[in-house]
């Protein structure tokens, strides 16, 4: 459950409602107040905000009121209270002109407003814009890291920008009159528990959610359709903590004696079925019925041990015993790290060995254990010596890092522009023919890279999965696509891997730690 004390007091909001307009004499909006109510709710009870961080601009008295000189006295207000590490979200509901925020007494330049909340002195900014004609704005480019930044220094650095209509749509009020399309989607979506995964709200799923139920209301109300316009240059992305969360961490189990060293269990369950994979390092090459002998052991020593890979799985499968077991031998600690194996043999029950069991040249089964032993094992150890130094590995992953999450970046501003209704998908593709070709290549440089020093292996195992999320949407984006429509699958599959890059870059966020 989560503390009510626990909330994230890094986050600071100045939440604008417009709603009497009669002094510059045009229509007054009925919604403003219910509109900065629901924001408000949402920041305080979906994104955990603290309440006294938010700062309610609606006229004294929610009389609707708002001035100019009161937008620029706020501002400044956050901009000397905000620190470096602080997010700032900027909401504003009320009339748009075609490039103006409207307020009470006369109207200001939209795009003007936006650089200057950019400028704020604090980590990322989020500007929320519920208007007409809110979507006519421009932002630079990518977000692009530099050799000599850090990681935490560029992820989640940056503005977002999220506008309730298209340059030329009115931003519509519900049936009702009591708030506004757009802000009600927004606040559903900020509550919403289906879009919580591992503890945290993905600003970009509150986005989509958001999307989705504005999509919603288009199909019904043919005729008074909106599209709201997202466009975001942080870096990666921003992730609200808003539950407690505890990853899975199953037993581990450690076996030594003066002929094999068990490192470590891993599961390999499914769902009906416990398996496990044991890493053994062997004081010494041995013969097949010793390994049929060191096997026997380990599977009698771990068959029950409580391993699992989730929570789930360890409540459906608790205390049966395993069904298959891997055993993975190396000759040292480094052959374990880099998967390279100089033998490898298989346990199996009676009712599924035709299962596991395969045939293979270089396998054979003694005694009920399969054993497979590695031909090549000298070969590639002798591949994997080190032939530069630790600082120049280090260097030329932090290239290929570089590289990768530029990428990433472009991709994810121009794909955004697909959802815009900006530029097709073929036109996507058409941009991106070098950029796919160049992904795959590089990728294909980096895992031709020697196998990394012990002490980094981690940090350069994550920019091996980093770049292969990358290599993954260069797949999914080369395609015939003449007809423009990403079906289900495919925007799932792309929005998938998208948030796998995010959760990359947030473990190498940790991970570049121990590279200092």
Known sequence: MWDNRMTNNNIYALLIGVGDYKKIKIANLPSYRIDVALIGTGLISGLKCMQDHIRFMAGEDNNGVVSIASLAKGLDSFKRALSTEDTFIFYFSGHGSSENLVFSDGQVDQQSVINYIDQLPC??????????????????????????????????????????????EVSRIGPNGNHSIFTGALFSAMISPSIIHNGKIRLEDIYSETQRLVHTWNSKNPGMEQHPIFRSSIGGTIYFKVTEYKTYKPEQVVIRNEIYTVINVKSLNTANEKRLSAFVVLKEKTSSAKLVSITKKIVDSIKYANVYSSEKSAASLVNMPAKAVWCYFGMDEKDIISHTHAYYTIWAADDVKSKYYRENTNA???????????????????????????????????????????????????????????????????????????VKHEFIKLSDMEVAPKEIYDWV???????????????????????????????????????KYHESLEKLKELEKSIK
């Not at 993954?472 to 799932?492: A, H, N, V």
């Open 364 to 438: 054979k089964i003694v005694n009920g254990i399969y054993i497979f032993k590695n031909t090549s094992y000298d070969l590639v150890r002798k591949m994997q010596e080190h032939t530069i130094s630790k600082d120049e590995y280090i260097k030329q992953c932090k290239n290929y890092m570089k590289l990768f999450v530029d990428k990433a970046e472009d991709f994810c501003i121009d794909l955004m522009e697909v959802y815009n209704c900006k530029i097709s998908f073929p036109e996507l593709q058409s941009r991106y023919k070098d950029w796919m070709l160049n």
């Open 461 to 499: 195992e994550e920019i091996m999965q980093l770049s292969g999320w990358i290599l993954d949407l260069s797949i999914y984006l080369d395609g015939d696509k003449q007809d423009g429509i990403i079906t289900d699958r495919e925007e799932w599959l792309i929005q998938n891997t998208i948030k």
């Open 123 to 168: 980590k990322n900014k989020i500007v929320i814009l519920d208007c007409c004609y809110s979507g006519k704005f421009k932002m630079i480019g990518a977000n692009h890291l530099s050799m000599e930044q850090s990681l935490n220094i560029f992820a989640g650095h940056g503005i977002a920008i999220y506008a309730s209509s298209s340059d030329n």
